[in-house]
């Protein structure tokens, strides 16, 4: 099917006016981007990830010192988005860096009663910080316009137990923590270990914001939050060492929030009714929250299947979103998702625009 300029459109009132975004599923390493269809959509900004958590063939899609460079392709579709006039951001991980090499970078979790290694970055290791920030810094020097954390900026309730957060957490409250006993410690060193945990994650974040300006004024920085954290405040501290109000007191310019329909309907077993509602609550509480700086996330694909997920069956969500939300972006796009996209955005005109 072809795509028809939907610049002949722009002459009608919106009732909403709601900016396209995607984030592409893959780096696309032995392939270019269909620059041509992406302008005819009119797409106002492309997020490509810059990784492969593999852990023994991944690495980095970027120029850096520290990790496996497994193609400067970054820098090329950089160029090739500023000849294309459009916005191209990068997808980066943060704390999965599964390729790393470096044992004493990592965390560490309780399984079955006994402590064990994990491939995930220790946010309390000086080191692995210094690091996360020099990757960041030169991320930053590609003049990228702009970076979407992964979500991986959290800490789950079973992780943490790290060397040198155990010996950070007792140096600063006095308390030692044998994880092995965690569960039945006192309630109040438990809620000082959450504490602790939430406090690694705003002051690594923190790290990256200062790292990347440092290197780039300009860059934006953006963060993936999940749908439980507006809503389900002491819920995101346990699960994900998190608190949404705390987060948008940080100098994040998007906050991007996951709204998945078919995952949270899959994970929640309730009807598509009840998903439509906790979509709209969500949003509006994400939205009373962070305002402007609000991006909501939908998904083009099916998780589990990978099937492409038809404009029908997404139109509703996108006609729930409040008037303030101006920015929607579609995750796991592919090349063969741009038709059904713009379908999807003809039907939302459509359902918009005043005659």
Known sequence: MRLLPLILLFSFKFLFAVDFEIQWRHPQPQSDLPWDKLKTLGISKIILPVFNTDEKSGGLFFSNTHANVLRPL?????????????????????????????KDFCDAALFSGEVQPIPKLDLASDQALKMLEMIFTELAKTKVPGILLQDDLVYRMREGFSPSALKKFSDYFGARIIPEKFPDLPGVIQQNWQRFKQNLILDALQRIIQASRAANSAVKIALNIYYESPLWSEKSEKWYAQNFKELVQQEIDFFYLMTYHRQMQQELKIPEWKVQELFREVVDRAYE??????????????????????????LPYLLLLPQGVKKVVFISVEEDDLDELYQLKKLYLKATVKD
């Open 289 to 314: 929250t962070a305002a402007e700086r609000l991006v909501v996330k939908m998904q083009m694909r099916d998780f589990d299947t990978k099937e492409r997920i038809p404009a029908q069956e997404l």
């Open 74 to 102: 970054f820098e090329e579709r950089l160029k090739r988005a500023a000849e294309n006039n459009l916005q191209l951001w990068a997808w980066m991980i943060t704390r999965n860096m599964f390729f790393l090499k470096k």
